[in-house]
């Protein structure tokens, strides 16, 4: 029964193009953003809803991507990208979407006026709008590591987190920094409509973890005897049912809006309900303590297991597709770091075998600039190396220290605030410059 | 040839297909489709089959009854004919479960509720398991129907009899099972 089963579909996220908005006078692309919006996206929640009930399926959330505004706005400064950012904001607002993300530059090898503008727009835009969320490429397998960029947002996050303090540094929850940026991300906060994506496009995130974790215990339960291999077996027939069920969803919510179908996200995306955890499913597949030995390879294997799944039932499988570990976002995570089983470490260990990095990290609020620099790096040259996405969100969590705990709510969850055990590498980052491609980036 | 329906209900036993088939055979039918079911221990069967001219429905159903033993078969022969409009009209396939609590009426009530709807039902199973009521329809809704009307007067008559209701598009179901290409689930908008 599909019922017993708690499919869903985790994401439908709209990409709207707003290349066409783009103009000198920045009164006149407002008024062009916010009318294409409109005119796009104001459908999109009573569609999914529609479509929803007629297969029976939820669908959690309605989200609108747009072009990345650093681009589509080139030439206007602090100022202009901030007016763009309240207008995305309002539209989001007006047409019943919750996050729309696209505040985006992408900036690996090199900061345009524009992208400079947009991350030191940051601050304002990420306290004084509600559902507004940005990311930065800042890093990619073919261009190496943008350091300066990343040394400005070493400053950037500690100002977001200071603007955003009676919220534990919220703001910061809304920034992605990334290498090797997927165009057709459909999860927050990191997606964006993509240069090469078509005018409209409908991006689908897979159900929730749960599913996976559910058909794991079934399987254990019929079969205490069974081993890893048909626990690998159990979990790709699962994707292969989730990505058909994400499929299904798509196609139809797009050709009803006369927008393209995009891809499938594979993605195991969490959220702090109990059941809807990553976390939760090493636990089902016999790993007492997440974070304890043994994690990174159930990680590993769950993530194959459900690309390969997923890849037979769809041929446009697309996004991030591995499964997420942001720990204030995943009740189980949390947990395994509030109980001294996950460290920071660790979790940099597993983004090896996943996506997308270190996600939803709660830091001590004294962190300097430099070490969320040097943090970032170490997470994107995992990116850049193995020719895969990897992505930050650092929260420093102002006037708490390790050990505290951060609340963020609804959907952004809570976490402790995690130990970085060593802040010695201000020399390394303060050298800035850019981290050259690797070898691996020259395949021609 | 003439074209006639025959339907079969008995105490299940090993071998009753085998005799009503043989009996239809014998007096020179020859079957062109077949459903049989077994509920609680009772087997139904139904044939379409197409016999000479000069067959009578009492020569068939004589000769099916024949083949079992005495009294054992209840025997129904009708000719052929076309089905009737109301299951003629264009229509998508939906999938309708019920679980609940058993309570005296729930078959009846939303059975109702589909025949006043204009929802034909092409397959309905009902059981009870662990004193739990579950009952599994299929049924074709025609694509003029208000979808959100047919799921809201289910969703009462679910509150009313206290069942969990669901009504789902069937390409749900096949899409997550059939290893087919995708395109072969693209069904019709509303």
Redesign the interface.
């Known amino acids: 029964m599909l019922q017993n089963e708690h499919l869903d579909v985790r994401a439908v996220n709209m990409g709207v193009d707003l290349f066409d908005c783009a103009d000198r006078d920045i009164d006149r692309a407002c008024k062009l953003i916010r009318e294409k919006i409109l005119r796009n996206a104001s459908p999109l929640v009573g569609v999914c809803e529609s479509v929803s009930r007629r297969y029976g399926i939820p669908v959690v959330n309605k989200r609108v991507s747009v072009s990345p505004i650093a681009d589509v706005l080139a030439g206007h400064g602090k100022a202009e990208l901030l007016q763009a950012a309240k207008t995305l904001d309002e539209a989001a607002g007006e047409a019943g979407i919750d996050i729309i993300g696209g505040y985006s530059a992408l900036c690996q090898k090199g900061m345009t006026i524009s992208d400079r503008s947009l991350i030191e727009s940051l601050p304002e835009v990420l306290s004084e709008t509600k559902r507004v969320c940005a990311s930065i490429n800042a890093a990619s397998t073919k261009a190496g590591i943008n350091v300066e960029a990343l040394l400005l947002l070493g400053r950037i996050w500690l100002e977001i987190a200071a603007r955003t303090a009676d919220a534990d540094g919220f703001g910061c929850c809304k920034l992605s920094v990334f290498a090797n940026i997927p165009e057709d991300n459909p999860f927050m906060a990191g997606a964006y409509k993509g240069i090469g994506e078509p005018e409209t496009v409908i991006n689908i995130g897979v159900s929730g973890p749960g599913v996976v974790k559910r058909a794991i215990e079934r399987l254990r339960q019929n079969h205490p005897n069974c081993n890893l291999g048909d626990i690998a077996e159990q979990i790709k027939t699962t994707a292969f049912r989730v990505t058909r069920c994400g499929e299904l969803i798509g196609r139809e919510v797009a050709k009803t809006l006369g927008a393209e179908f995009g891809i499938v996200d594979l993605s195991l995306a969490p959220t702090p309900a109990v059941g809807d955890s990553v976390g939760e499913i090493f636990e089902a597949m016999g790993i007492r303590h997440v974070g304890g030995p043994g994690t990174t390879a159930a990680l590993a294997m769950l993530n194959d297991a459900v690309k390969k799944g997923g890849a037979f039932a769809s041929s446009s499988v697309g996004g991030l597709s591995g499964a997420f570990i942001p720990v204030a976002e995943d009740s189980s995570l949390a947990k395994a770091v509030e109980e001294h089983h996950l460290s920071l470490e660790k979790l940099e260990a597993m983004t090896n075998v996943c996506s997308v990095g270190l996600d939803m990290i709660a830091l001590p609020g004294d962190t300097c600039a430099e070490t969320l620099t040097a943090l970032a790096m170490d997470e994107l040259a995992i990116g850049i190396i193995n020719r895969k996405t990897t992505s930050v969100r650092l929260i420093p969590v102002p006037g708490k220290k390790a050990g505290d705990r951060a609340v963020f709510g609804g959907l952004f969850g809570e976490s402790p605030i995690m130990t970085i055990p060593n802040q010695t590498s201000d020399s390394f980052v303060c050298m800035g410059g850019r981290v050259p491609a690797p070898l691996t980036s020259l395949n021609n | 040839m003439k074209e006639y329906i025959v339907t079969v209900m008995a105490l299940d036993r090993v071998g009753i297909v085998r005799d009503v088939s043989s009996a239809l055979s014998g007096i020179g039918g020859n079957i062109t489709h077949m459903n049989q079911t077994v509920m609680r221990g009772y087997f139904t069967l139904i044939v379409s089959v197409e016999m000479p001219e000069e067959r009578t429905q009492l020569e068939i159903r004589q000769a099916v009854e024949r083949n079992g033993d005495v009294g054992e078969f209840e025997v129904n022969v009708r000719p052929f004919v076309e089905p009737h409009p109301s299951v003629l009209r264009p229509s998508e396939r939906f999938v309708l ?1 019920l679980r609940g609590n058993d309570k005296h009426g729930i078959i009846a009530s939303v059975t109702s509720f589909l025949a006043d709807t204009g929802i034909n039902i092409d397959d309905f199973y009902a059981y009870i398991v662990d004193k739990r009521f579950i009952m599994l329809v299929q049924v074709s809704i025609p694509i003029e129907t208000n ?2 009307n047919v ?1 809201s007067g289910l969703e009462q008559l679910g509150k009313e009899f206290e069942l ?1 209701v ?4 069937e ?3 096949r ?3 059939e290893v087919r290409p ?1 395109m072969e ?3 019709a ?2």
């Open positions: 479960s979808l959100n799921q969990t669901h009504l789902q598009h390409n749900i179901f899409a997550t099972s995708m689930f693209d069904s908008t509303r």
